[in-house]
């Protein structure tokens, strides 16, 4: 989660530089957009491949720290037979990393705004575009590293753009940017707290995804058994929380291992739009649950069936708590990015979109 890396850099008014592959060639470990965070220490925060070029970029990143000025980097690691770090990586491919500097007190109100801009991916509304100044006619106006908000400029295309006219105090400033789409965080909303919702949380949050724990027994309701959870919502039995926003990145596991209690719940989330209802436990409890909504005159739409998945997770054999969570997280991953759920060794197309 980098934005709280970032925030602490602007709390403790340290520098940082923040690392951008803004370009890409062939196959590569991370995609376009992909971020990590280098502290003066030499320490990083989130990757950019499987290892193999982080120790030499700590090293341009000094470059960054010393002269203050951002800096783009180039591995062309298609042949790196020869390269310097003997790493033997064979991704096929090359990537462009920009580097930038988060100084918040030489600039402490573009830190401030790579902080803010970071942070709304957690809003649950929507994408939205950023851009970064990478080359500009005038930077005495439109300093390099600039980071641009977007929302009110017409974007064409993601990635580099060249003749990208921004305004500037009225005046338009020719530059090249790259311009990145910024998707929310998902939020996996929890119903029941039992032991086997532990783990759920502990793998979801490993995904660095938002994760609210909803019961109706204070006593569970606590940090010591959800250390990582985000959010708890206690409410009362019977009552469905409506205080919660559940919207199309919102996705639910109804694990209560109580009928009334997932009746209750599954009849408030019928009336939601939200693109995913786990609910844990065979075919023919959802069956009960069904025949009991159909006897209160409540009929499941089919659009509304087919977000419904249940049993919940992907058949991978699992059996343990931990096992299960994998298969819940797994699942609910592939619905967010429309996957298909197979192995890759049968993917003829690239992997990536």
Known sequence: ???????????????GVLATIIDKEGS?????????????????????????????LTEHAKDVFLTKKPKKVFYDLKNDEDTPWGMGVGCNGAITIWLGLIDPLGNRMEAIKILKALNKQYDGIGPFFV??????????????????????????????????RYSVNGKLVNTTIFIEKVDPIPN?????????????????????????????RPGYLVEENFPS?????????????????????TFIVLMTHHFENDLNYLKGLLQKSIPYIGLLGPKKRYSQLKERLRK????????????????IG????????????????????????????????????????
């Open 1 to 15: 989660m980098l934005a709280k890396h970032i925030e602490s850099c602007v709390k403790q008014n340290k520098k």
């Open 28 to 56: 590569s470990y991370r995609q376009v957009g992909a971020k990590s965070v280098i502290l003066e220490n030499g320490i990083i925060h989130g990757v950019l491949s499987g290892g193999c070029i982080e120790e030499d």
């Open 131 to 164: 851009g970064t100044v990478i080359s500009c006619d005038y930077e005495e106006i439109l300093p390099l590293n600039t980071f641009l908000p977007l929302e009110n400029v017409h974007v064409e295309k993601k990635g580099i753009q060249e003749n990208f």
């Open 188 to 216: 996996v909303v929890i119903f029941g707290s039992g032991q086997d919702a532990q783990a759920v949380v502990k793998q979801i949050k490993q995904l660095n995804w938002q994760v609210t724990v909803v019961d109706h």
């Open 229 to 249: 959870a985000d959010q708890f919502q206690l409410v009362k039995r019977g009552e469905f929380p409506n205080t919660i926003s559940f919207n199309h990145n």
């Open 296 to 311: 209160e005159g409540i009929t499941i739409s089919e659009e509304v069936e087919n977000r419904i998945y249940t049993p």
């Open 314 to 353: 992907l058949d991978i054999g699992s059996e343990t708590p931990e096992e299960i969570a994998l298969s819940i997280a797994a699942e609910i991953m592939s619905r967010r990015n429309l996957a298909s759920n197979n192995s890759l060794r049968y993917k003829e197309t690239p992997i990536h979109r």
